[in-house]
C-alpha cells in the first residue's frame, strides 16, 4: 500500500526548521521580483558633507544643460529638478539597448540646518553639479570663551 506525505522530504528532515524555508521562499521571491522589475534607485545620484559652515551637495547629471537643472531652497531643504530630453535616432538607425535616464527628475534633500538663501552657490564641471549651502548666521555654532578667575 502507498501512502502520500503532505510533506516532500526535506520537511521531515530532523533539523527542519520553518523560518528556514520562509527564508529560502522570500530569498527566491525577491529573486523573481529583481529579476522582473529594475531597482529603482534614487536619481541622480549624491554625496552630501557639511562643516561648522555650510553643508556640500553634489549631484551626478552628466548629459544636462545646466539651463535645464532648476535648484530650489525652501527653509532647510533642498530641491534639485531636471529633466533630459529623449534623443532620437537618426533615419535608419534602431537602438539596441537604452539604459540612461531620460526625462525629469527631482530629488529632495533636506540639511541638518537653515541656511543663508542669499549666499547658495552651485556649479556645474564635468557632469557633476555643486551645490554650496551655507549655514543661516543664528545656526552656527559659537565659541565662548571661558574666563579664569
Avoid at 540639511?111 to 551645490?131: C, H, M, N, R
Amino acid at each position: 500500500m502507498l501512502t502520500r506525505t503532505m510533506f516532500p522530504a526535506t520537511y521531515r528532515a530532523r533539523n527542519w526548521s520553518p523560518f528556514e524555508e520562509l527564508r529560502q521562499i522570500q530569498a527566491e521571491m525577491d529573486r523573481l521580483f529583481n529579476q522582473s522589475f529594475p531597482r529603482m534607485v534614487d536619481y541622480p545620484p549624491i554625496n552630501i558633507w557639511s562643516n561648522d559652515e555650510e553643508v556640500v551637495i553634489q549631484a551626478e547629471v552628466p548629459g544636462y544643460n545646466p539651463a535645464d537643472i532648476d535648484i530650489s531652497v525652501v527653509q532647510n531643504t533642498l530641491t534639485l529638478r531636471g529633466e533630459r530630453k529623449p534623443e532620437q535616432p537618426k533615419d535608419g538607425e534602431t537602438y539596441h539597448r537604452r539604459e540612461r535616464h531620460v526625462g525629469p527628475f527631482v530629488r529632495t534633500v533636506e540639511v541638518p540646518f537653515e541656511v543663508d538663501s542669499d549666499k547658495i552657490e552651485a556649479e556645474y564641471a564635468a557632469g557633476i553639479l555643486t551645490v554650496r549651502l551655507p549655514r543661516a548666521e543664528a545656526h552656527k555654532p559659537k565659541k565662548i570663551a571661558v574666563k579664569a578667575s
